[in-house]
């Protein structure tokens, strides 16, 4: 199993722009989420899914959105990019319920300027 | 209302020795999970051990081992017999399940540990 992919792995943005991170997973899970991670913040949820078709926001979901298609498959878009959006994503995804970890892809780091 | 707070945002340790990493966590919700990851200067997020509210034990996992207070509302993390290879940044993280299907992870803003030979 790959477990959970993104990409790209490193991207520089004009503010303004708009681009799509991508994320998926192969081990069937129904749960798959979207952080980013700020220095001194932690990990923050932007949107997340319950399944296809189902998606929610999270704590700062502000100038993004999400869709869920497929079981596997999570991306993310920014619609318009702005500096404060410079950080490092991380997708995650799990079995939908309370016991079970989540795990992580290897992240994508977003600059822009 | 910070959902969970760590309060020590660096430690350093002398190699083989124990280290507790605190955390305390804010919800009012009786079914929850508590989480810790570790994140290497590599980036990745690893996933270290995993309490349920109602596990009446403490969790467990090689040197890794949760100290659950439920009164206290705290999950401190417990590395036994430190390595250079902990040094890393640790997360501790809740889950809530108020509804099926809503379950949210939050996190606390982490505790860089450093490992000293």
């Known amino acids: 199993n790959a477990g959970v992919t993104q990409t790209p792995k490193f991207q520089v943005l004009k503010t303004g722009q708009s681009m799509t991170l991508q994320c998926a997973q192969d081990m069937n899970h129904e749960y798959m989420s979207w952080y980013r991670q700020d220095p001194g913040m932690g990990l923050r949820l932007i949107h997340y899914s319950v399944g296809a078709g189902i998606t929610d926001q999270g704590e700062v979901p502000n100038g993004y959105n999400v869709s869920r298609s497929t079981t596997e498959d999570f991306p993310l878009r920014l619609l318009s990019a702005a500096p404060s959006q410079t950080s490092v994503y991380f997708c995650?995804?799990?079995?939908?319920?309370?016991?079970?970890?989540?795990?992580f892809g290897p992240g994508t780091r977003l600059t822009v300027t | 209302a910070q959902k969970i707070t760590q309060t020590q945002p660096g430690m350093f340790v002398q190699e083989k020795e124990a280290v507790t990493l605190d955390c305390t966590y804010d919800t009012s919700d009786q079914s929850y999970g508590l989480f810790w990851y570790k994140q290497p200067s590599s980036g990745e997020m690893i996933f270290l051990i995993y309490q349920g509210s109602y596990d009446e034990q403490n969790a467990t996992e090689g040197r890794y081992s949760l100290n659950f207070q439920k009164a206290r509302k705290s999950a401190n993390l417990v590395i036994s017999a430190s390595q250079l290879g902990d040094s890393a940044m640790y997360f501790c993280a809740m889950r809530e399940a108020p509804n099926f299907g809503n379950e949210k992870l939050t996190f606390g803003t982490g505790t860089r540990l450093t490992i000293i030979p």
């Open positions: 995650a995804s799990s079995y939908s319920s309370l016991g079970y970890e989540q795990y």
